[in-house]
């Protein structure tokens, strides 16, 4: 993304039709260009899957809990994001619910999420991997597996900023 830089700071007219100072995330560049952690998530049936297995196209891998309530609304924009962009980026939520399948299930039955799956990741080791300390924390990833950037904090998923800061990735063959 061009003219980004380390801890650059997000807000301005996403961040109000979001909802104001609900999505006020920080985009992070200073881990560009690391490969994605060789970590394996599970959903509540025991289905796993590796990350580094996703390579091949874009994904963008979110970080949330159902007790962080900015997380809880990043939820329906990121099932948007996932359905617009089918087949070019895969959005993968992850929850870092200690109490995995018992919090995730019900949560998932709850809402009608047509594009996002149940994964869990109920040790933390990806959040330890990020080391943010702030959920949510979501990471893009381009089709080599390799970091584009980390949004750290909430972001309006549905807004005209996220389209161009996927644009670059997105574009790549």
Known sequence: MAGASAGETVGGPDAAQGGGDAFNGTLDIASRGSQMPDF??????????????????PVLVNLWATWCGPCVLEMPMLDKLAAAHEGTLRVVTVSQDMQGADKVKPFFATHSFAHLEPWMDAKNDLGFHYNTGLLPTTVLYDAQGREVWRMVGAHDWSGPRTDAMLADVLAAK
């Open 40 to 57: 394996t998530v599970e959903d509540p049936a025991g289905k796993t899957l590796r990350l580094p297995d996703l390579k091949g196209k």
